[in-house]
Nanobody, 122 residues
Framework: QVQLVESGGGLVQAGGSLRLSCTASGRTSMGWFRQAPGKEREFVAGISAIGGGTSYADSVKGRFPISRDNAKNTVYLQIQSLQPEDTAVYYC???????????????????WGQGTQVTVSS
């Protein structure tokens, strides 16, 4: 069982930044997903447990760097140059079965955080 605790969401003006954090109860590959009102959940970024390989959705590549602190079992998503279309609930998820790579498929993530709201005003 992996427990995830998210933090860092909030209200920000367009062009602003936030840092989302997700602390796991163990070391595991992690991903960030988001779901906007009326839309399906989508993959944002992920980082592997071993090797630190990363993967990004095209829509956020270059804007949302993902990183991890293995000593703290914490993954960070720095969300930058935010636009109103980035408004969503952001979820972190853990994929213990894939320690060496990142999947963009939500079905390959076993554990999910509670979600944190990010709202971008224009």
């Amino acid at each position: 069982q992996v427990q995830l605790v998210e933090s860092g969401g909030g209200l920000v003006q367009a062009g602003g930044s936030l840092r989302l954090s997700c602390t796991a109860s163990g070391r595991t590959s992690m991903g960030w997903f988001r779901q906007a009102p009326g839309k399906e959940r989508e993959f944002v970024a992920g980082i592997s447990a071993i090797g630190g390989g990363t993967s990004y959705a095209d829509s956020v590549k270059g804007r949302f760097p993902i990183s991890r602190d293995n000593a703290k079992n914490t993954v960070y998503l720095q969300i930058q140059s935010l636009q109103p279309e980035d408004t969503a609930v952001y979820y972190c998820a853990a994929s213990p079965s894939l320690p060496y790579r990142v999947s963009s498929n939500g079905q390959q993530y076993t554990y999910w955080g509670q979600g944190t709201q990010v709202t971008v005003s224009s």
